[in-house]
């Protein structure tokens, strides 16, 4: 791929925003971390730096370069320097086992991984017995084969722009697997800019100085979606560290960074309204709330009114392979569109079909499928569920929805047996599938269940080889630990006789969900 400036210049990239900015407002500030800023400047030098460092260590545009870290700026660094070199960024969730980071890479084929020293063992045992370099953010272990992120940027030698075209791969965010394992859904430089389009017209971010704080984990295509329209408009990103949340932290930074606009999940919310020292905060700032991920209460959103009484208050909906947002309900609609997801936004062309892609009626339920601009490419080197995926012309949501009188939709039920606890999505199959390998369970089907805090937790539902036998729940989860992430581990244990199963032998889910799926 050729290196030419003048061309670059014309693309509209992330990476071309950051050079741009650097240029007409080199001392504003681009980011903020633990209250330090790195300037537009700074941020452009650092990731040319950085880019420079790649290329000489043979990353070449097309190469595949995993990104495992907490929530930091060194993050954001590295996929803009990533993406400098034409190069695709796979951002990893530095919550998963050794074994399915280890998948990723392999799937991947990621030639560098660059970790945060808490996640530098995890990065280390996932590369083991594969040619990958490692980069460490942070301290560095001694007797470690790896390279100081420091270090690679002391070498100061920036690489220049390379002239990737829009269509080409930005990202690789793997989804969680409905099969048992992950799928990279492959997304483009295209896909991100319209979704910046989509946010800054669905959060109203129309004024100078706008300031967002990422509060959530930057390896989530929600919160990759929240910073790039702050970084094609030129606005402050506040970073939030990784970790248990902490309202009080939270509400500290929109107040001392006189944050406009965030995205939270309804139970971080609730737990900043809830706050004590909330009628003693200066929020005056904030003019977009942000919600989604899971529903919100009318009680919520009325408290979050009075909280945040000059704010919009804007509900997103959407999925990985969509860059994500499909459908906005905004302020006004809120509660007497309780339940809805909204409305398409322009973006975005919608149909609700049934299973022969013919058009349902109005208020019938159907799939709803999309095209436009923020579609996926399609899934990394693999044809077989790309063409499942876009079958008929269309993209599969997977979700079952229904659409009112004026055009709102409404989810009723997730085609593809998706779980949300805590704003993360849990897919069955794949906690199924890791369960199944417990000497005790004969089989086992998981199934969703209402959670005052997270939203829904996951609840397992097995049949054991010995009738007479009992398997708590802490015995299994401490048992699956090393092999899923702690967020898809179940809560509870319900022992049953044998599974409830159809005429052709498949589990019957609904009526697992009508006796264990209930709080």
């Known amino acids: 791929m050729e290196i030419d400036v003048d061309a670059m210049w014309r693309r509209n990239h992330w990476v071309t925003h950051v050079e741009r900015h650097a240029f007409s407002n080199p001392g504003g500030p681009a980011l903020r971390f ?28 097309g190469d595949r ?42 799937d991947a084929g990621c030639e560098v991984v660059i970790a945060d020293e808490a996640a530098t063992a995890t990065a280390d045992a996932a590369r083991a017995g594969r040619p990958v370099r490692l980069v460490v953010a942070g301290a ?33 965010m793997y989804t969680s697997g409905t099969t048992g394992r992950p799928k990279g859904a492959v997304l ?20 100078d100085g706008e300031v967002n704080l990422c509060a959530a984990p930057l390896f989530h295509i929600g919160a990759i979606g929240s910073v790039v329209p702050l970084l094609l408009l030129g606005g402050c990103i506040v970073i939030q560290p990784s970790g248990a949340f902490s309202s009080t932290e939270v509400l500290d930074a929109l107040e001392s960074e006189r944050v406009t606009c965030v995205f939270l999940v309804p139970t ?30 009318t009680t919520l959103l009325q408290r979050m009114a009075e909280v945040f009484p000059g704010a919009t208050n804007v509900a997103t909906f959407g999925q990985t392979e969509m860059s994500p947002i499909t459908c906005v309900l905004d302020g006004e609609d809120t509660l007497r569109k309780i339940g809805s997801v909204g409305r398409p936004v322009t973006t975005v062309a919608v149909r609700v079909v049934d299973t022969e892609m013919n058009d349902v009626a109005p208020g019938e339920v159907g799939e709803i499928v999309y095209r436009g601009p923020t579609t996926m490419l399609g899934y990394w080197q693999n ?58 369970i004969r089989e086992v089907s998981v199934v969703g269940r209402p959670h005052p805090k997270w939203g829904e937790t ?9 009738p007479a036998a009992q398997l708590p729940v802490a015995e299994l989860r401490a048992w699956a630990r090393e092999r899923l992430a702690s967020y898809k581990l179940p809560t509870q244990v319900e022992v049953v006789d044998a599974l409830p199963r159809n005429a052709s032998g498949k589990v019957v889910k609904g009526t697992l969900r009508q006796q264990f799926g209930r709080a």
């Not at 930091?72 to 530095?94: D, T, Y």
């Not at 309204?273 to 942000?290: F, Q």
């Not at 659409?403 to 039920?413: N, S, W």
């Open 34 to 61: 633990r209250g330090v800023t790195t300037t537009w400047l700074q941020l452009r030098d650092r990731v040319a730096a950085l880019a420079g460092a790649l290329a000489r260590r043979g990353v070449i545009p």
């Open 65 to 106: 370069v995993a990104v495992l870290m907490s929530n930091r700026p060194e993050f954001l660094e590295s996929a803009l320097a990533i993406n400098r070199l034409g190069a695709i960024c796979v951002p990893v969730n530095f919550r998963l086992t050794v074994d399915e980071v280890a998948y990723v890479l392999q």
């Open 140 to 172: 560095l272990p001694g007797g470690l084969d790896a390279e100081a992120y420091d270090a690679l940027l002391a070498e100061a030698e920036p690489h220049p722009l390379t002239n990737v075209a829009e269509d080409e791969p930005a990202l690789i």
């Open 188 to 207: 483009s430089h295209q896909n991100l800019q319209v979704q910046a389009l989509n946010v800054v017209r669905a959060w109203r971010l129309f004024d």
């Open 268 to 297: 971080q919310w609730q737990a900043l309204v809830e706050d004590p020292s909330v009628p003693s905060r200066d929020l005056s700032r904030m003019r977009t709330t942000c919600w989604g991920a899971a529903p919100a209460s």
């Open 383 to 440: 044809p077989e569920a790309t063409a499942q995926a876009f079958a008929g012309g269309w993209f599969h949501s997977g979700d079952l929805v229904r659409v009112d009188e004026d055009g709102f939709y409404y989810v009723v039920d997730r085609a593809k047996d998706m779980i949300i606890s805590g704003g993360e999505n849990i897919y069955c199959a794949e906690v199924e599938n890791a369960l199944a390998a417990h000497p005790a």
């Open 458 to 466: 996951p609840v397992a539902v097995v049949a054991l080889r010995d």
